[in-house]
């Protein structure tokens, strides 16, 4: 079992930064991938942007240039940067931990992100 904590979060202006923070804890598998996903009202879940322990990063088309995210494997956490936040940006945002090669995949319980005026 894996158990993910979330924190970060929370209301921002557009045009604002948050900082979305994952740990994880539990029997972690050396070869994983780490990363975010939201799903806003009314929509499905989709992926924000991933990075394997290998370094190997992906990012949704629409938050390229603005979100960054990061690994501290020392401390099996993940990092979402998000810079220059847009309204569409609103949703929950979840975290998951999966192994690359077994079927292994974790969820966090979800931080809402809300980027109003």
């Known amino acids: 079992q894996v158990q993910l904590a979330e924190s970060g979060g929370g209301l921002v202006q557009p045009g604002g930064s948050l900082k979305l923070s994952c740990a994880a804890s539990?029997?972690?598998?050396?070869?994983?991938?780490m990363g975010w996903y939201r799903q806003a009202s009314g929509k499905e879940r989709e992926l924000v942007a991933t990075?394997?322990?290998?370094?190997?990063?992906n990012y949704a088309d629409s938050v390229k240039g603005r979100f960054t995210i990061s690994r501290d494997d020392a401390k099996n956490t993940v990092i979402l940067q998000m810079n220059s936040l847009k309204p569409e940006d609103t949703a929950v945002y979840y975290c998951?931990?999966?192994?690359?090669?077994?079927?292994?995949?974790?969820w966090g319980q979800g931080t809402q992100v809300t980027v109003s005026s």
């Open positions: 539990g029997r972690i598998l050396k070869l994983n991938v």
């Open positions: 990075m394997t322990s290998g370094g190997n990063i």
């Open positions: 998951n931990w999966r192994a690359t090669f077994t079927t292994q995949s974790y």
